[in-house]
């Protein structure tokens, strides 16, 4: 019996495997992010070393409620975001538990920091230690659980001189 392949939309063929035109896209887009990723890595550690010595040791700020209670309604909606999913039982979850998961950790980070040298560190390092950080390691822990489970398709090259798949 011959494997008889017909091109359909979106590239994938008859017998369900991938044309070589679509291998080829993934490994170009693949190769581009990868790219893009590592130019904004490098680029951003001269910013961060001049940051270091330009920016002022202290600052006075407007809008400070502003930035904290709309960062903590983006948390909050996050973290409901990430309940009405799992709720839902939608694979998406693991994104909105990822990025809550991020934001607790940016939130404990920020409360620390910016809390150093007044008398509200203590309260700031027991939210971080005891319900920030736990939070955010469940999350992420929970992500990798559902990602070990996700079903991949075999690991293939994408193309000649791509030997690792993504």
């Given amino acids: 019996m011959s494997d008889i392949r017909t091109e359909h939309e979106g590239g994938a063929t008859v017998s369900g495997a991938p044309s070589a035109e679509l291998l080829e896209r993934i490994r170009r887009q693949r190769r581009h992010t990868l790219e893009l990723l590592t130019v904004s890595a490098v680029g951003l550690v001269p910013w ?13 700020v407007r ?28 694979r998406a979850v693991a994104v909105s538990a990822a990025a809550t998961a991020a934001l607790l950790i940016c939130d ?8 150093l040298g007044t008398d509200g560190v203590w309260m700031s390092a027991a939210m971080a230690v005891c319900v920030e950080l736990p939070l955010a390691w469940f999350l992420i822990h ?25």
């Fill in 48 to 60: 961060t070393i001049l940051l270091w010595f330009t920016l002022p040791s202290g600052y006075t």
């Fill in 63 to 90: 809008q400070w409620r502003t930035a904290w209670v709309g960062f903590d309604v983006l948390l909050v909606f996050a973290m409901a975001c990430t309940a009405v999913l799992g709720w839902r039982r939608h």
């Fill in 108 to 115: 404990a980070w920020f409360d620390v920091s910016l809390a």
């Fill in 142 to 166: 929970k992500v990798l659980g559902m990602l070990s489970l996700a079903h991949w398709p075999p690991r293939t090259p994408l193309a000649d001189g791509d030997e690792s798949a993504p």
